[in-house]
């Protein structure tokens, strides 16, 4: 097992700007999901992707969007970035045979000037 | 709506001390409960889950947990913490409807003394 990597691992964007952070899954998780964590807070759900299709949602607007790709990687991207943004980015993924302990990568810390 | 209440925002103890976080979740019927452990600048690791069965959950690194239904509880449990211990931990339920989809709690900081 290679773990849930994503890149990169800091990034500083401007108010306006769009971002895409990836994410790199072990082989034969195809179930994803993204989080937000902002500082002192407990993550919060975005969306989750199956089989590259979007099967759930959080409470974010549209400008937070995704792709699955068929080898395991995925990509959030954000659109309009503003200075609440800035968070903690986890992306984590597991087996969709029903274990749904999820494997969670180290996180992209986005900050948003 | 499913929620998760860690009343508990920082705890201290002594190592080798006895350890019990505690976590409330409010649920419309069998819940998936989840225990995570972060590490400064780090991403989650799962210590723990309860999906269903025995109501005593054993998970890495010595961790335990046990299901109270009449309580609405998942407290996580250590006889004897270690200094490495010291980390963020969070308690997490997956949605009704898409479990999924984790609602996490505000989790609690531990420090260890030595």
């Known amino acids: 097992e290679t773990g849930v990597t994503q890149s990169p691992t800091h990034l500083i964007k401007t108010r306006g700007q769009q971002v895409t952070l990836r994410c790199s899954s072990q082989?034969?998780?195809?179930?994803v999901s993204w989080y937000q964590q902002a500082l002192g807070q407990g993550p919060q759900f975005i969306f989750q992707y199956y089989r590259e299709e979007e099967n759930g949602r959080g409470n974010f607007p549209p400008r937070f969007s995704g792709l699955q790709f068929p080898n395991y990687s995925s990509e959030l991207n954000v659109n309009a970035l503003e200075l609440d943004d800035s968070a903690l980015y986890l992306c984590a993924s597991r087996n969709g045979q029903g274990d749904y302990g999820y494997t969670f990568g180290s996180g992209t810390r986005l900050t948003v000037v | 709506a499913q929620s998760v209440t860690q009343p508990d925002i920082h705890i201290t103890v002594s190592e080798g001390a006895s350890l019990e976080l505690r976590c409330n979740y409010s649920?419309?019927?069998?819940?998936?409960l989840f225990w995570y452990v972060q590490s400064p600048g780090q991403g989650l690791q799962l210590l723990l889950k309860?999906?269903?069965?025995?109501?005593l959950v054993q998970g890495i690194k010595g961790f335990e947990a046990e299901f109270k239904r009449s309580q609405s509880s998942f407290n996580l449990r250590k006889p004897s913490v270690h200094w490495s211990d010291a980390a963020e931990y969070f308690c997490?339920?997956?949605?009704?409807?898409?479990?999924?989809?984790?609602?996490f709690g505000t989790g609690t900081r531990l420090q260890v003394f030595p």
């Open positions: 309860y999906f269903s069965g025995d109501t």
């Open positions: 082989s034969g998780h195809n179930t």
């Open positions: 997490a339920v997956g949605a009704q409807g898409n479990t999924d989809k984790l609602i």
């Open positions: 649920y419309g019927a069998t819940p998936y």
